[in-house]
């Protein structure tokens, strides 16, 4: 007969506890989206009463309707999508490769760059320097005038070096004595070895150039070349009203109650669907160091 070994009193109470302390976790967390979301869809008066909780009360859509029907929030929408895919793309190329050159411990002068990259984390030139720079570029009211001042991340730079670091040196070898050129190893050997940390790098760059604003409201002059952050973030501050200059009393109103959810919901929305789809390669990376350990 075989005995099964059941869990021990101590490992049960530990797992009761373990799973008490996760839920209130994840309570904490999800609470202030859900609220957010709550307070996106209610009345003014129940958002100012402070009855909204975690379900909308006097259901009210008057700022999703004022926002939506104006054109310039979906031309600036469409920048947004624009600047966030050619500034990801940019520092994507820009950091494997500065990663991958920084990885090769036989390189010459590694340290010197390596310090470059690192100063740089703790000095900056300043804004009012980085302004004269952009702007004598020529670069002011471009997509350029957003990519390339942040182009590279140093935390996403030494992530990345250190993780093409790990990787087996004898692939490598065998691949440059089958002919591969530097790039080729690059392309065809270890990129395909690093989806877990190229998708991690996407993810961070795409949120920060997603939600980044100052930059665009810095060096872009006109209205219809700011990213959708730069239109909510106006219509917070009260700078302009969004071409609803026709709005009711009740309107405007209502859009100062409940602007800020709003803001948080559209800006948020896009990052949290493609989420899911990037998840996968963070459980791949995870296993992939769990087999090499």
């Known amino acids: 007969m075989v005995s099964v070994n059941r869990p021990t009193r101590g490992y049960r ?15 904490v967390t999800l609470y202030p989206f859900v609220n957010i979301v709550a307070r996106s869809f209610s009345g003014e008066r129940q958002i100012r009463a402070g009855e909204v909780a975690l379900w909308p009360k006097g259901f009210n859509l008057t700022t999703y309707k004022i926002v939506f029907e104006d054109s310039m929030f979906w031309r600036n929408y469409g920048n947004t999508v624009f600047y966030t895919v050619v500034s990801t793309a940019v520092a994507m190329v820009l950091t ?10 036989h390189l010459r002068g590694r340290g010197f760059l390596v310090g470059v990259a690192v100063f740089t984390m703790f000095f900056t030139g300043g804004l009012i320097p980085n302004y004269v720079l952009v702007t004598s570029l020529g670069l002011k009211n471009s997509v350029w005038a957003i990519a390339l001042p942040n182009a590279i991340s140093v935390f996403n730079l030494l992530v990345m070096k250190a993780f093409f670091e790990s990787l087996p040196s004898d692939l490598e070898e065998a691949a440059e004595l089958d002919g591969l050129s530097t790039y080729g190893i690059l392309l065809r050997i270890v990129l395909p070895l690093s989806k877990a940390v190229v998708a991690t790098m996407v993810l961070f760059y795409s949120v920060s150039f997603w939600n980044s604003w100052f930059s665009a409201f810095l060096y872009m002059d006109k209205s219809e070349l700011m990213p959708a952050t730069v239109y909510l973030r106006n219509l917070i501050s009260g700078a302009t009203t969004g071409g609803n200059a026709g709005a009711t009393d009740a309107q405007l109103s209502q859009v100062g109650a409940n602007i800020q959810a709003v803001t948080i919901v559209l800006t948020s929305l896009p990052i949290l669907s493609v989420y899911p789809f990037v998840q996968r390669y963070f459980v791949s990376g995870v296993m992939l160091g769990a087999v090499k350990g």
């Open 96 to 105: 494997t490769c500065y990663a991958y050159v920084l990885s090769k411990k």
């Open 13 to 27: 109470v530990f797992q009761g506890i373990n799973g008490v302390i996760l839920t209130l976790v994840v309570v």
